[in-house]
């Protein structure tokens, strides 16, 4: 395995308490959109470490409408991972054999990326709403532990001064009518009908609300911003920003990330919590300096960052000029608080592109 891939798995089952990695014991573990970029961490921590914590069982699916990667193929080859193509959004979870027996279900099948689901904004739109339904009518009475949906900060949408850092309880400024709205208004409802299940029918789900994570498992395809640049630094290509570089984000590594959203599947209880890192907030000019630096560290980067106008005509619409995150909920109710600074980030992203084979790193 790769050697920075291994240390961050690491790092991210240090981070879960006994108690916690004592309730995976026996698990049956339900995925979706398991070929993405968090699937892509998230399948490799339960392959590293699901013997040593008892999971009986991991379900993965995804319609892999971005592509089948290879290293997915590699983990459905252990016995207790099947691994399997089904659209949450029109398939019948009850066709999957033993469907009923999983015990966490992990809801992450989505496009996240502007660029795609602007591409496929009906299919974005109906993973977050008629996919998630489907889960939520087929486990509702099935006496499940945990049920974890993956929203977004998106539902935040441009948030004024004031309300940066942005709570839980913000809510949020977001156009029903943009290029961004199928994603957005999508991820808004799924949290309107998580709420709404779990005081219906008593159902154990949490919602977390991804801050900008980025690292192992990101495809250089990708084309969000984080991507885009490793993608320059790794073909020692000028670094294009395809905005002015003023809007600031907070950006947290993925390792960090996922001990955030399995103490939040862990938790087994109804809430909902921004998972991210709270500073340092950067423009996107600082970041790319980030990785001009760290590049020329790791790969002998020898380019340089520029400016340039966007082809695509919505890239920047309701672009959010702010996002950062109030942690302080998940740090009380869930003990999560992320450690990995964006240039430390960045700097193990870059590394561990480097050790990795072209073909696998793009699929």
């Known amino acids: ?80 991972v099947d691994v399997q193509t089904f659209d949450v959004a029109s398939d019948d979870i009850a066709s999957l054999p033993d469907a009923d ?64 850092p942005t709570d839980e309880e913000y809510r949020g400024f977001v156009s029903a009518t943009g290029p961004r709205a199928c994603y957005d208004e999508s991820k808004r409802f799924g949290e309107t009908m998580c709420m709404l299940f779990a005081n219906q029918y008593n159902m154990p789900i949490t919602v977390v609300r991804p801050f900008n994570n980025y690292g192992p ?3 250089l395809s990708d084309q969000r911003v984080p991507a885009d640049f490793a993608k320059n630094i790794y073909e020692n290509s000028d670094i294009i920003m395809l905005s002015d570089g003023t809007p600031t984000r907070t950006f947290c590594y993925i390792a960090d990330a996922v001990v955030g959203y399995l103490k939040a599947l862990l938790y087994g209880k109804y809430d909902y919590f921004n998972i991210g890192i709270s500073k340092p907030e950067i423009s996107i000019r600082e970041l790319a300096k980030i990785y001009v630096e760290k590049g020329r560290d790791v790969f002998g980067y020898a380019g340089s960052c520029k400016i340039k106008a966007a082809e695509e005509k919505e890239y920047l619409t309701h672009n959010p000029q702010r996002r950062c995150p109030n942690t302080q909920k998940a740090k009380s109710v869930l003990g999560y608080e992320a450690q990995i600074n964006v240039a430390m980030g960045v700097e193990r992203f870059l590394k561990y592109l480097k050790e990795s084979a072209r073909d696998e790193v793009i699929w």
Not at 25 to 40: M, N, P, R
Not at 60 to 76: E, H, M, T, V, Y
Not at 114 to 126: G, M, Q, S, V
């Open 1 to 80: 395995m790769n050697k920075i891939l291994n240390e961050d798995l690491l790092y991210t089952l240090s981070g879960l308490t006994t108690e916690e990695k004592n309730k995976l014991q026996g698990a049956q573990i339900l995925i979706t959109g398991c070929a993405g970029f968090l699937g892509y961490y998230i399948m490799h921590f339960l392959a590293r470490f699901g013997n040593e914590l008892g999971v009986k069982r991991v379900v993965a699916l995804d319609n892999f409408k971005l592509g089948s990667p290879k290293w997915l193929k590699q983990i459905g080859n252990l016995d207790f």
């Open 101 to 164: 027996q999983c015990n966490y279900i992990i809801h992450m099948a989505s496009i996240a990326s502007p660029h795609f689901y602007r591409k496929y904004p009906i299919e974005t739109l109906d993973a977050n709403i008629w996919g998630l339904r489907s889960l939520l009518d087929f486990y509702k009475d099935k006496g499940i532990k945990g049920f974890l949906f993956y929203s977004s900060s998106e539902i935040y949408g441009d948030p004024d001064a004031e309300s940066i």
């Open 217 to 219: 498992g990101m495809k």
